[in-house]
């Protein structure tokens, strides 16, 4: 559907968030933002990732060769089979993004030392002004907060802290690191393959627990006939880290191409959803990507192919093939501002077609909820 202000057109989409498959909503959208509707899916993303996130996927596979299962739809409820002797365990998936990857990084020794804020999900560029100042205040900068460099006052007892650094620790939320909080807990493993991330249903902890254990809720069987044994550790030659991350990345219903090979050349434009801006960009060999390579997919939602590039920056990323075109073929660049858009009679024709598609919605009246269900069945 379509509604229409003074000078904003503004259409009703059906979007769906990818680890909460099969579930969809509706999303209004307008067309003077960013976003854009490219090779048949609308290219707007907002999906805020931790920023433990990739570092710990890449730690988990070179340490553990431990990888993420993204084959489990965030809040299906689950049993799990414990590790030792006891009954079968009930628990949530987790969606991505809930879960605390920097307390999991801290327990399984990836991260030492650095204290717990409210605000550990953000970057340093993300955090509004009051919250960076108290982090200042604390003794963070830049570099410490977004790398997880431990600071004098993890080391310094409350107390021993000056008032306003006390002041800004409550700002934030602060938490000195522990040796108890750091200690691996009950569902933590060291077993390698596929893992999903889940919450216990009886204590409310999260923790990553081996795809193997997890059992559909409806699964009623006797723990000690379906308890696994514990796998040996792949060899490195068939299961390195490299391989972690790409069978965690065709867990997300993706795979890898060779972008020279898809378009026919080495000379790309590519459109990155964070900033709404086309890049110039190079294809990289699919062969031997370094795993911060590979891990970087899980900045794009959309399932199907995925090619590495080399951005005109010199930033690398793993890059659905549907924001890949030949260089000189990707499409009008709409800003909010008009810049870059159609001029002159091709301005007019799409104003026309836009005024055409408001005035058949419009002219539903109130049968438009009742036409759009109808089309949306249809199309079911």
Wanted: hydrophobic share 35%.
């Amino acid at each position: 559907g379509a509604t229409s202000a003074a000078d904003d057109v503004r259409l009703v989409i059906r979007v769906r968030y990818p680890s909460r498959l099969p579930h969809s909503w509706k999303v209004e959208v307008s067309l003077s933002d960013r976003a854009r509707l490219m090779n048949q899916f609308w290219s707007a993303q907002e999906w805020m990732l931790p920023r433990n996130f990739e570092k710990a996927q890449i730690w988990l596979a070179e340490r553990r060769l431990q990888y993420l299962d993204a084959s489990l739809y965030a809040a299906a409820e689950v049993r799990v089979v414990p590790d030792g002797d006891g009954p079968l365990r009930d628990a949530v998936v987790l969606d991505f993004k809930d879960f605390d990857w920097k307390g999991h990084l801290c327990r399984s020794g990836g991260l030492l030392g650095p204290g717990k804020t409210k605000y550990d999900c953000y970057y340093w560029h993300e955090m509004p002004v009051p919250i960076r100042a108290a982090a200042e205040a604390l003794g963070y900068t830049n570099r410490s907060w977004d790398d997880d460099i431990p600071i004098p006052a993890d080391a310094t007892e409350l107390e021993e802290l000056t008032e306003g650094q006390r002041e800004a620790a409550a700002v934030l939320g602060y938490a000195r690191p522990t040796a108890a909080a750091h200690r691996a807990e009950d569902g933590d493993t060291t077993d390698p393959g596929p893992h999903v991330p889940v919450r216990w249903t009886d204590t409310g902890a999260c923790h990553l627990v081996p795809r193997r254990r997890i059992r559909n809720a409806a699964d009623t069987r006797d723990a000690g006939a379906a308890r696994p044994t514990t796998p040996p550790r792949p060899d490195a030659d068939t299961a390195d880290e490299r391989e972690c991350l790409l069978r965690s990345l065709a867990s997300c219903g993706k795979s890898v191409g060779d972008a020279a090979t898809l378009f026919g050349t080495r000379h790309c434009r590519v459109y990155y959803p964070e900033d709404g801006n086309f890049y110039d960009a190079t294809p990289l060999p699919s062969d031997g990507m370094a795993p911060a390579l590979i891990a970087s997919h899980y900045k794009f939602t959309p399932e199907g192919t995925y090619c590495p590039l080399l951005y005109e920056d010199g930033e690398a990323h793993l890059t659905p093939a549907g924001y890949i075109f030949r260089r000189g073929g990707a499409p009008p660049e709409y800003g909010a501002d008009g810049a870059g858009g159609p001029a002159g009679d091709g301005l007019d024709r799409l104003a026309e077609r836009l005024r055409c598609v408001t005035r058949e919605a419009a002219s539903l009246g109130g049968r438009f909820a009742g036409v759009a269900s109808k089309l949306e069945e249809a199309q079911e």
